[in-house]
């Protein structure tokens, strides 16, 4: 009965999470536009925060309750699940295009993350000036954010590049096709929106803390590691409603309206959105635990031999044909998702203590 209670729970924290990040995302992207602030951006700071938001609450609320290893895994195992497994299936079952010079930056940005966390956490804990250089990554990636914004709004030195022909049109990455809708001005939208934030903060904090407290009961009733639920249940919980979108909303209809009524980026955007959640998830939610923590965050041996190296790997695959060939591949998405499934499965079968 509790174990049915503790998974009813889990899946009761997925649909508020879900709902809540939607719409506090959406709403806050309203908030900002109806303030009179350019639309590149928005985009490229409060549109784009918006994409980590399950995994920055969920960390957020676990490093105050010093369950540091939910804090670190919903961090790191969410950038492997974005990257491994949602971006792996864009590439594998959609037409993606993005823009080269911005994929390869943005690239950079998460291996360079990687490199700290190598470099700084290698005595069991994130140091200090691990993470002011994560901090400073992260306002690296909000300026490299603004700026991209800015030249796709007036088409400055775009260079589109996709899976399928070598040179695509420059009309593949039109901003007609990459704007969207806003409400007009008027007190009644701006009261609506704000509403929708605060509504959403709480969907978000209540769904937050039943993941959390059923990842916790289901570590301490199997009597495994936490990093273990947070590499499966909960990453994957959270890659749900991108899945739906990546596959074209199989879980039903009801979802989807709510989706494209409370959609943030236009679907093409996805790609490009997953590397952007990676990226925050390692220079921005591990920063801000350790913040919340007030000490160095411990970051358990399960996370410094598989989170962290498969990142590197992904980002690598990632990063060398756009930079090299000047186009993406399907193959790429397909070792990626097999780094993804060798990643679940070493989680799986050969846990690491201290985790």
Not at 51 to 65: D, I
Not at 185 to 193: D, E, H, I, R
């Amino acid at each position: 009965m509790f174990l049915f209670i503790t998974f009813l729970l889990y899946a009761l924290g997925l649909v508020l999470t879900a709902v809540g990040s939607r719409l506090t995302g959406r709403c806050a992207t309203w908030c900002c536009a109806l303030c009179g602030f350019p639309m590149w951006v928005v985009s490229g700071t409060v549109a784009s925060l918006s994409v980590a938001l399950p995994q920055l609450v969920l960390a957020f609320l676990a490093s105050g309750l010093s369950i540091t290893s939910l804090a670190v895994g919903a961090a790191l195992a969410g950038a492997v699940t974005d990257l491994g497994l949602v971006l792996a299936l864009c590439l594998l079952r959609r037409s993606v295009t993005v823009d080269r010079g911005e994929f390869c930056r943005k690239c950079g940005i998460l291996l360079a993350a990687c490199l700290v966390l190598l470099l700084f956490v290698r005595d069991g804990a994130l140091s200090h000036t691990g993470a002011g250089l994560l901090m400073a990554l992260f306002v690296l990636f909000v300026m490299e954010s603004i700026v991209y914004q800015y030249r796709l709004v007036y088409d400055e030195d775009l260079q589109p590049i996709g899976v399928g022909p070598k040179r695509l049109p420059r009309s593949a990455a039109v901003p007609a096709s990459q704007t969207m809708a806003f409400p007009a001005m008027s007190p009644g939208n701006a009261v609506k929106n704000l509403a929708g934030v605060l509504g959403g903060l709480a969907l978000l904090l209540g769904g937050a803390w039943a993941l959390l407290y059923s990842a916790t009961a289901l570590a301490n009733l199997t009597g495994t590691i936490q990093a273990l639920w947070a590499a499966t249940l909960i990453s994957f919980g959270f890659s749900l409603p991108l899945l739906a979108e990546v596959l074209h909303h199989p879980f039903g209809s009801v979802w989807k309206r709510f989706a494209v009524r409370c959609r943030i980026h236009p679907p093409a955007a996805l790609p490009m959105q997953m590397l952007n959640s990676a990226i925050l998830s390692l220079t921005f939610v591990l920063p801000l635990c350790s913040l919340t923590y007030r000490a160095r965050l411990p970051v358990g041996a399960q996370f410094r031999a598989y989170d962290v190296p498969v990142c590197v790997l992904l980002g690598l695959v990632l990063l060398v044909p756009p930079l090299f060939r000047r186009r993406l591949y399907r193959w790429q998405g397909g070792v990626c998702l097999g780094l993804y499934l060798l990643y679940l499965a070493a989680v799986l079968l050969a846990p690491r203590a201290g985790a």
